[in-house]
């Protein structure tokens, strides 16, 4: 148990639905991460928030909104995805939210997209 | 564009021996270096960070780093089969200091 969870943990949607990934941090961190990872592929960031402001909007489409209510929770709202959007998805905080701490990650959400 | 580069292996080593993983960056001015572990269908955790040139020990594991030729290695020492996973290389670049660029990962398996 890292102090970060996710749900759900696993996710089958269809590419007209609209779900929401969770992600909530119990470690007091400032600072939150979307990472997308698929198969043969590095890691791939997708945002910060610090101190629930969007830090890195790392040229995502549109179809990902990310939603930061406060420094312990972050959203991620899927719409119309496409299969190739099917990839684990993992949530990250650390301390502050420079490259130079340790992130620690949730267990993610596996989402298939159909 | 920044890249990390991983040998994606599998590497397979036997119990007891030592197993060397090595990681290779392009951006010449990055400053911090991270070691995750990733067990099959589970998430990355940090084994080892490493800012200085030089090694760092940390009871099995020891860090290296060389920033003049770029790349940066993981041993573990007297492997186990616990430590059987694919073991991901991260580095910090110089020029956007909230972003961490990832290698593929190397695949290690260590066999009884």
């Known amino acids: 148990e890292t102090g970060v969870t996710q749900t759900p943990r696993h996710l089958v949607m269809g590419m007209t639905n609209k779900k929401s990934l969770k992600c909530e941090q119990h470690l007091g961190h400032n600072a939150m991460y979307w990472y997308k990872q698929s198969a043969k592929k590095p890691l791939e960031l997708m945002f910060v928030?610090?101190?629930?402001?969007?830090?890195e909007n790392n040229s995502v489409p549109s179809r990902f909104s990310p939603e930061c209510p406060n420094s312990s929770h972050l959203f991620l709202h899927l719409h119309t995805l496409q299969p190739e959007d099917s990839a684990l998805y993992l949530c990250?905080?650390?301390?502050?939210?420079?490259?130079?701490?340790?992130?620690?990650f949730g267990p993610g959400t596996r989402l298939l997209v159909l | 564009q920044k890249e990390v580069e991983q040998n994606s292996g599998p590497l397979s080593v036997p119990e007891g021996a030592i197993a060397s993983l090595n990681c290779t960056y392009s951006d010449r001015g990055s400053q911090s270096f991270f070691w995750y572990r990733q067990y099959s269908g589970k998430s990355p955790e940090l084994i080892m960070f490493i800012y200085s040139n030089g090694d760092k020990e940390d009871g099995r594991f020891t860090a290296q780093l060389n920033k003049a030729s770029q790349y940066v290695s993981l041993l573990i020492r007297d492997s186990q089969p616990s430590d059987s996973a694919t073991y991901l290389c991260a580095v910090n670049g110089a020029g956007n200091n909230r972003k961490l660029i990832w290698g593929l990962g190397t695949s290690l398996a260590v066999n009884p």
């Open positions: 928030y610090s101190l629930e402001e969007r830090v």
């Open positions: 990250a905080s650390s301390r502050t939210g420079t490259g130079a701490e340790t992130q620690y």
